[in-house]
């Protein structure tokens, strides 16, 4: 079945002006990065292209045509010298107050392509730059890229439509622990961890927020005994993880490195090699930090370096106890962030050997 790009014009295609009326040239911008990516999206991706629309008042007197089409045309003209052509193309006219079905969100002007079997609509895209063009999705039952939210470009359109998501879940149960845990390498930030340890979490959030990695982590484990199994399974658990939402590996960066914090000066240079070694250089006084034993902190960076199967070299050097774990697992976050950046315009493997 053929799948569907519907992409809105205003705020997507061409900067919106103030006024919401792209009524004369002076007023026309294209969005940066459209040109680019959308033209590589049209060359190597096997969407139905159709932009949808709304226009209000267009053909009123607070709107006329003759402002409209000349700059309307000039567009389409010049997406279409980067190679970026419409199957259809969809406008509606309406004012908001009519209430019109017609206009987005609403569906009207494509019943041609709901409930026809010849479309996918479930992995088909809305693009656009609005919580309507959201809204339009959820109305259509596909999924929605929205400008702006979470930080999107078209950059990253373009590869989350070329190259997919990188989301993965595992889940792992054993007599002394039981966990969950999810990640989006290509997310915003946005963390939900929850270990029974108190200073774990706060160092499992900088993973996500400094990473970039929307990442869940949901572990209970006996506590009661001791903080071992719970620390130790955990990071097997989010090892595995990672490894499953980098897939093949393809177009990634794969390497990473390191940041200062107050007194301190940690290093985490890393390899996403497929070969898991650990190089620790870290020494810690104090027998626990928060709920956390100091001697845990080997065992976690390497149960996460055999399971992500990733060469960690880790250094940190400073007096500040909490501070230099906490550097380390910042300078941790911005080393993955700096290595599962993807390249879809030189989607290879990154190396010589043809596997990682």
Not at 237 to 242: K, Q
Request: aromatic share 8%.
């Amino acid at each position: 079945m053929q799948k569907i790009l519907f992409i809105d014009r205003d705020g997507t295609l061409i900067e919106e002006p103030q006024d919401e009326q792209i009524d004369s040239f002076a007023k026309l911008k294209f969005t940066r990065g459209v040109f680019r990516n959308l033209g590589f999206i049209r060359q190597h991706l096997d969407f139905k292209v159709i932009m949808v629309s709304n226009q209000d008042g267009l053909g009123t007197a607070s709107f006329p045509e003759d402002t409209f089409w000349p700059v309307h045309n000039f567009i389409l003209q010049t997406l279409e010298g980067e190679g970026i052509t419409f199957d259809d193309m969809l406008i509606d006219r309406h004012f908001p107050e009519d209430n019109s079905p017609m206009r987005k969100p609403g569906t009207g002007m494509l019943t041609a392509y709901i409930d026809n079997p010849e479309y996918d609509l479930a992995g088909s895209y809305v693009i656009g730059d609005r919580d309507s063009d959201a809204q339009l999705a959820e109305n259509l039952g596909c999924k929605a890229l929205i400008l702006g939210r979470d930080g999107l470009t078209w950059d990253k359109i373009a590869e989350l439509l070329f190259a997919g998501e990188r989301t993965a879940e595992v889940k792992r149960t054993t007599k002394e622990t039981d966990i969950t845990v999810k990640i989006n390498l290509d997310g915003s930030g946005k963390t939900d961890i929850s270990t029974g340890l108190g200073f774990f979490d706060h160092m499992l959030e900088q993973i996500g927020k400094h990473g970039m990695m929307d990442l869940t982590i949901c572990t209970k484990g006996d506590l009661e005994i001791d903080e071992h199994h719970t620390i130790e399974d955990t990071a097997i658990a989010l090892g595995e993880c990672i490894l499953k939402a980098l897939g093949d590996k393809r177009g990634i960066e794969r390497y990473g490195y390191s940041l200062p914090m107050d007194d301190c000066l940690c290093q985490v240079a890393l390899d996403f090699g497929g070969r898991p070694w650990l190089v620790w250089d870290a020494e810690f006084h104090r027998e626990k930090v928060g709920e956390m034993p100091t001697e845990m902190f080997l065992h976690f960076f390497k149960s996460l370096s055999d399971s992500a199967k990733m060469n960690l070299n880790i250094k940190a050097e400073g007096q500040n106890e909490h501070h230099k774990i906490e550097g380390i697992f910042k300078a941790l976050a911005r080393s993955l962030k700096m290595a599962v950046k993807r390249d879809i315009y030189h989607y290879e493997l990154p190396s010589t050997k043809g596997t990682l």
